[in-house]
Every structure is written in C-alpha cells, then in structure tokens.
C-alpha cells in the first residue's frame, strides 16, 4: 500500500517561495498517477497540480505561472515548487496518488481531482500578508 508523506510547509510573507515535497513509500512510484491538492479553512479541498507518468502536468488557473510541480523518480519524491506566493494560498496541501492508475488518460473520469484516491497527513502553508 502507498504511504504518502509530505513536508516543507511552513509560514512566509506575501511574495515568498516554498517548496513542498511528498515521500511515497511504494516501489513502483514512477508508475503512479500523482497530485497536489490543498484545502482553506471552511473551504473544500481543491486540486492544485497533478504529474502525469509522461511528464504531463495539469495546473489550477489560480497557481499557473507560479507553482511548478515535478518528480524526483531516484528519489521517490514529488514535489511542488510555489513561488510568489498570496494569502489566498493558505492551507493545507496534501499530496495525493492512485497506485493504480498509470496515466490519466486511463481514469474513468476527464476531471484530474477524481483520479486520485489515497493521501498523505498534509503540510500547513500560512502565507501572511
């Protein structure tokens, strides 16, 4: 079973970077269909950022142009790189995969959120403005 551990987060000002990173347990890493999700307080959890096995990535409209998300395949890490960051980017972030997924294109639903299915604890972000 994939175990999903992520860190990095932390509180920053307006403006500052932060890199996230998500440690899965699971051998067969590479072959996962992978993202990145968050959630406000009182807010739903919404999809940030997902990583295809061909490298693909689908990204939220509110983070395009300044959160990259990437995989470390040797290391078994995915991480989520956000720069220029606002107070709306406040919560936590959680990293997410579906070990039985390898591609996206293979998942019964076109939406990238419904695609996955297990979850780390999650990381805090506070972004003060």
């Known amino acids: 079973q994939v175990q999903l551990v992520e860190s990095g987060g932390d509180s920053v000002q307006s403006g500052e970077s932060l890199r996230l990173s998500c440690v899965a347990s699971?051998?067969?890493?590479?072959?996962?269909?992978m993202g990145w999700f968050r959630q406000a307080p009182g807010k739903e959890r919404e999809g940030v950022a997902s990583?295809?096995?061909?490298?693909?990535?689908i990204y939220a409209d509110s983070v395009k142009g300044r959160f990259t998300i990437s995989k470390d395949t040797a290391k078994n890490t995915l991480y989520l790189q956000m720069n220029s960051l606002k107070p709306e980017d406040t919560g936590t972030y959680y990293c997410?995969?579906?070990?039985?997924?390898?591609?996206?294109?293979?998942?019964?639903?076109?939406?990238?959120?419904?695609?996955?299915?297990?979850w780390g604890q999650g990381t805090q972000v506070t972004v003060s403005s």
């Open positions: 997410a995969a579906n070990p039985h997924l390898k591609r996206f294109a293979d998942c019964y639903s076109d939406t990238w959120t419904d695609c996955l299915n297990r």
């Open positions: 699971a051998y067969t890493y590479g072959a996962y269909f």
């Open positions: 990583y295809d096995t061909d490298g693909t990535t």
